[in-house]
């Protein structure tokens, strides 16, 4: 069973970056696709991003297209979210998640983390 852990996320102004990490224990993050979702207070979980288990495709929201990029060291068993330009909306806990299947994985993960609180302030 693969342990997925996020870091990086906390307080940042509007218009600021971060870049999240998920480090997963185990050889099975290597064939496994990638992502990350966010959830805010009173709403419903939602898609961010993903990445295939090769890195040849990604996928991301239409709310953060341009501003937010996936990417993944599979020696490092890590994958990343860089996020730049902020918005208060962009506030909420994110959550890296894993499946063998890309579709799945977008649908209905097998994995998840603990979830990472990211701030963005006007």
């Known amino acids: 069973q693969v342990q997925l852990v996020e870091s990086g996320g906390g307080l940042v102004q509007a218009g600021g970056s971060l870049r999240l990490s998920c480090a997963a224990s185990g050889c099975t993050f290597c064939s496994f696709a990638m992502g990350w979702f966010r959830q805010a207070p009173g709403k419903e979980r939602e898609f961010v991003a993903a990445?295939?288990?090769?890195?040849?495709?990604?996928i991301s929201a239409s709310s953060v297209k341009g501003r937010f990029t996936i990417s993944r060291v599979n020696a490092k068993k890590t994958v990343y979210l860089q996020m730049t330009s902020l918005k208060p909306e962009d506030t909420a806990v994110y959550y890296c998640?894993?499946?063998?299947?890309?579709?799945?994985?977008?649908?209905?993960?097998?994995?998840w983390g603990q979830g990472t609180q990211v701030t963005v302030s006007s």
């Open positions: 990445i295939s288990w090769n890195g040849g495709r990604t």
């Open positions: 998640a894993a499946d063998p299947s890309l579709e799945r994985l977008l649908l209905k993960p097998d994995y």
